[in-house]
């Protein structure tokens, strides 16, 4: 759950970031034009206490996932919120906090079966990707923090070049303890 919230904490850094821009595409109702689409591969697999973090953020009900429905397999639960609860981490712990006045868009995905991640992305760009028919989508894996403009910048890329195909981040270390210097090279 700590890499989940650190991952939503940036984006939803970001989606503020976007509202607070002044321009013809970006505003205060920017986050209206954005939708955090999750996908978790398997819901035995999913961890418990992300579980209580998706339900804490309004998300996620436990109570609604069935393996079967009318006697057929269930191959996916889909929930959809617009949540204005925010996340901060507290040493080891996640605590939920009421946020600004940005709500974020979410979409969650929780893949009854562990179909491995080709198989989430296919159902990013083949079940939502249809439907939402985003201009531009970005991937990021949970325990990536994007900084607070990051997802920005890599929508100016694909504004300012039109024909552009695809872009990537800078990746950094988070690093804390400096003193081993192995890790500190």
Known sequence: EFLFARTMIGVFQNVEYMCSRNTTT????????????????????????????????GIYQEEIAKQQVNG?????????????????????????????????QVLFCLKENNQKKINSHRWFFQAFGQVLNPNIC?????????????IYQLWRAFDLQPKCGGACGEIKVMLKNLWNPLVAT
């Open 138 to 150: 970005v991937l990021i894996d949970a325990g990536t923090k994007p900084g607070k403009d990051s």
């Open 26 to 57: 970006w505003g205060k109702d920017a986050w209206k034009k954005i939708v955090v689409c999750i996908i978790s591969d398997g819901r035995a697999k999913i961890n418990h206490r992300t579980r209580a973090v998706l339900a804490g953020l």
């Open 72 to 104: 057929k397999d269930v191959t996916a639960h889909i929930y959809e919120y617009t949540t204005q609860v925010g996340l901060e981490l507290k040493g080891s712990q996640v605590l939920l906090k009421p946020r600004s006045a940005t709500p974020v």
